[in-house]
Nanobody
Framework: QLQLVESGGGLVQPGGSLRLSCAASGFTLDYYAIGWFRQAPGKEREGVSC????????NYLDSVKGRFTISRDNAKNTVYLEMNSLKPEDTAVYYCAADPLSTVHSMCVMGSGDYWGQGTQVTVSS
C-alpha cells in the first residue's frame, strides 16, 4: 500500500519548536518533490514549504521564512519540517504530499500531489 504518514505534531507553547516527519511506505520518495501544507479551521489549505527531489531547491511561505526548515533524508525515505519560534497562528493540521512532476514553487502554490498523508495536528498555545 502506497502511503505517507506524518508524525511529530502536538501542543507547544508560543516560541517553542516541533519537528514534523513525513515517512513514505510502499514507494521511494527519491523522485518526488515533497510539500508540507497546513489547514486551520475555517481557512483554506496553504503550502508551507516544498522541497525538490534532490533537496537542492526549496520554497517557503513568507510567514514561516526564517523559522521553518524543510529537509529530506532519502536514505530514510523521510522528509522533515523543523519548526522554530512557533506562533499561535501556526496552529493547524499539517499534511505532507508527494508530487513527481511539479517544481517546488508550483507545488506549494497549487497544492498538487499524487499522494497525501492523513495529517498531524499542531497546536501553539499557552
Amino acid at each position: 500500500q502506497l502511503q505517507l504518514v506524518e508524525s511529530g505534531g502536538g501542543l507547544v507553547q508560543p516560541g517553542g519548536s516541533l519537528r514534523l516527519s513525513c515517512a513514505a511506505s510502499g514507494f521511494t520518495l527519491d523522485y518526488y518533490a515533497i510539500g508540507w501544507f497546513r489547514q486551520a479551521p475555517g481557512k483554506e489549505r496553504e503550502g508551507v514549504s516544498c522541497i525538490s527531489s534532490s533537496g537542492g531547491s526549496t520554497n517557503y511561505l513568507d510567514s514561516v521564512k526564517g523559522r521553518f526548515t524543510i529537509s529530506r533524508d532519502n536514505a530514510k525515505n523521510t522528509v522533515y519540517l523543523e519548526m522554530n519560534s512557533l506562533k499561535p497562528e501556526d496552529t493547524a493540521v499539517y499534511y505532507c504530499a508527494a508530487d513527481p512532476l511539479s517544481t517546488v514553487h508550483s507545488m506549494c502554490v497549487m497544492g498538487s500531489g499524487d499522494y497525501w498523508g492523513q495529517g498531524t495536528q499542531v497546536t501553539v498555545s499557552s
